[in-house]
């Protein structure tokens, strides 16, 4: 029990205000219950109740030492609020982003893509970053934080990231200008996967003598034979990559029942180029019992191993995207080994060229065997 400072009164329940001691009565009496819990979010509120409640104290003609001990209070208070880089306001609730302290009020429109960790594409990047950039100009952002705005989402991109996409069934798939990668987290459920995967298969029905057979009839055949089953495009640019599409297809599909995803599927991070992928396949079927769906990355490199990527049913849309990214880059990647593969049997050409040179200056060949040869040889 302690005696009120204000009215001398006996209080069960006395309300401190730093060193000044208030009954209930006396405290509501300067509107205390109003501001004495509140957290302060605005200086402006701040400054009204500290000038009701002084108001209030001297009407009730409160004792002068009460009255300098609710001023002390609110400095005390006060002391504690922070001044925010953008508005000037000091408040009591703030957030500190690279070395700067904002108010919420004024942070939180920009909150939501600054701490945004992961994008879905390029574009979506470049959209964030003038989203926040228009909104800290527009907030009066210090010109210092503003000038770091760019160079944290410059960053993602000089990192050649393309895209990042979460499965939702504990695997993330990320694109980069060369390669992939499938991380695969604790919260992938093998077991589960594994038992959705064989559903997935269940459905494909298809002998290993027709796939066999597809290798030899051809490519128009092969073609048929096998869009019917899986609609690989890729697959038909030319007779070689036939030929592998259907050694390979024969093995997926021969051991689609008994196939475990162990072998697709590794703990941590797995990384393939796109010059080592050669097709893409999207296991999904929208049938009760199976909740997911899954994206089997072929690979045209024996010490490659293909890759799995298992995803919620709810996410096809985003799939179907970013196969179609997936295939812009492995057909870029092919082009890219088709013009290095050119340059190099030019510089070969070259190499040939100035070794006749050679042997005509020498005397060892004739200047029209030489013309000859060089006509052949460029197949002029
Ligand atoms: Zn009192
Ligand atoms: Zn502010």
Same mark, same amino acid.
């Given at each position: 029990? !302690?005696?009120?400072?204000?009215?001398?009164?006996?209080?069960?329940?006395?309300?401190?205000?730093?060193?000044?001691? &208030?009954?209930?009565?006396? &405290?509501?009496?300067?509107?205390?219950?109003?501001?004495?819990?509140?957290?302060?979010?605005?200086?402006?509120?701040?400054?009204?109740? @500290?000038?009701?409640?002084?108001? &209030?104290?001297?009407?009730?003609?409160?004792?002068?030492?009460?009255?300098? =001990?609710?001023?002390?209070?609110?400095?005390?208070?006060?002391?504690?609020?922070?001044?925010?880089?953008?508005? =000037?306001? @000091?408040?009591?609730?703030?957030? $500190?982003?690279?070395?700067?302290?904002?108010?919420?009020?004024?942070?939180?429109?920009?909150?939501?893509?600054?701490?945004? !960790?992961?994008?879905?594409?390029?574009?979506?990047?470049?959209?964030? @970053?003038?989203?926040?950039?228009?909104?800290?100009?527009?907030?009066?952002?210090?010109?210092?934080?503003?000038?770091?705005?760019?160079?944290?989402?410059?960053?993602?991109?000089?990192?050649?990231?393309?895209?990042?996409?979460?499965?939702?069934?504990?695997?993330?798939?990320?694109?980069?200008?060369?390669?992939?990668?499938?991380?695969?987290?604790?919260?992938? $459920?093998?077991?589960?996967?594994?038992?959705?995967?064989?559903? %997935?298969?269940?459905?494909?029905?298809?002998?290993?003598?027709?796939?066999? #057979?597809?290798?030899?009839? =051809?490519?128009?055949?092969?073609?048929?034979?096998?869009?019917?089953?899986?609609?690989?495009?890729?697959?038909?640019?030319?007779?070689?990559?036939?030929?592998?599409?259907?050694? !390979?297809?024969?093995?997926?599909?021969?051991? #689609?029942?008994?196939?475990?995803?162990?072998?697709?599927?590794?703990?941590?991070?797995?990384?393939?180029?796109? !010059?080592?992928?050669?097709?893409?396949?999207?296991?999904? /079927?929208?049938?009760?019992?199976?909740?997911?769906?899954? &994206?089997?990355?072929?690979? $045209? $490199?024996?010490?490659?191993?293909?890759?799995?990527?298992?995803?919620?049913?709810?996410?096809?849309?985003?799939?179907?995207?970013? /196969?179609?990214?997936?295939?812009?880059?492995?057909?870029?990647?092919?082009?890219?080994?088709?013009?290095?593969?050119?340059?190099?049997?030019?510089?070969?050409?070259?190499?040939?060229?100035?070794?006749?040179?050679? %042997?005509?200056?020498? =005397?060892?060949?004739?200047?029209?065997?030489?013309?000859?040869?060089?006509?052949?040889? %460029?197949?002029?």
């Amino acid at each position: 029990m !302690k005696q009120c400072c204000a009215c001398n009164k006996n209080s069960f329940f006395p309300e401190m205000l730093g060193d000044i001691v &208030l009954c209930k009565k006396c &405290l509501i009496k300067i509107d205390g219950l109003m501001w004495k819990y509140r957290d302060f979010e605005k200086g402006e509120d701040f400054d009204k109740y @500290r000038y009701k409640a002084i108001t &209030l104290a001297n009407k009730n003609q409160f004792p002068a030492s009460v009255i300098d =001990g609710i001023n002390a209070y609110f400095d005390q208070k006060q002391s504690k609020l922070k001044e925010c880089a953008a508005c =000037g306001k @000091r408040r009591q609730k703030t957030t $500190n982003a690279n070395n700067f302290i904002f108010c919420e009020e004024c942070f939180s429109d920009i909150a939501e893509c600054w701490k945004r !960790k992961k994008y879905f594409n390029r574009e979506e990047l470049y959209n964030e @970053r003038d989203k926040v950039l228009k909104i800290a100009k527009e907030k009066n952002f210090p010109k210092e934080f503003i000038e770091q705005i760019s160079p944290y989402f410059e960053d993602k991109v000089e990192k050649n990231w393309i895209s990042t996409l979460d499965g939702n069934k504990g695997q993330t798939i990320e694109f980069y200008n060369d390669y992939l990668t499938i991380k695969t987290n604790k919260n992938f $459920n093998e077991e589960e996967m594994q038992s959705q995967f064989n559903k %997935l298969n269940s459905k494909i029905n298809i002998n290993s003598e027709d796939l066999k #057979s597809f290798k030899t009839i =051809g490519k128009e055949i092969g073609k048929e034979l096998i869009s019917d089953v899986i609609p690989i495009p890729r697959a038909f640019k030319s007779m070689k990559i036939l030929d592998m599409a259907g050694d !390979k297809m024969i093995k997926h599909l021969d051991n #689609s029942k008994t196939v475990s995803i162990k072998n697709y599927v590794k703990d941590g991070l797995r990384k393939v180029y796109y !010059k080592d992928c050669f097709n893409t396949n999207l296991l999904f /079927r929208n049938e009760e019992g199976i909740t997911v769906g899954a &994206l089997l990355i072929i690979t $045209n $490199n024996a010490n490659v191993p293909d890759l799995l990527f298992f995803f919620d049913k709810s996410k096809i849309n985003k799939i179907k995207k970013i /196969r179609k990214i997936l295939e812009e880059e492995m057909e870029k990647a092919e082009k890219k080994v088709d013009n290095d593969k050119k340059a190099t049997g030019n510089q070969h050409f070259a190499k040939q060229i100035r070794e006749l040179k050679g %042997l005509l200056d020498d =005397g060892i060949i004739t200047q029209e065997e030489f013309d000859a040869k060089k006509k052949q040889l %460029l197949d002029l």
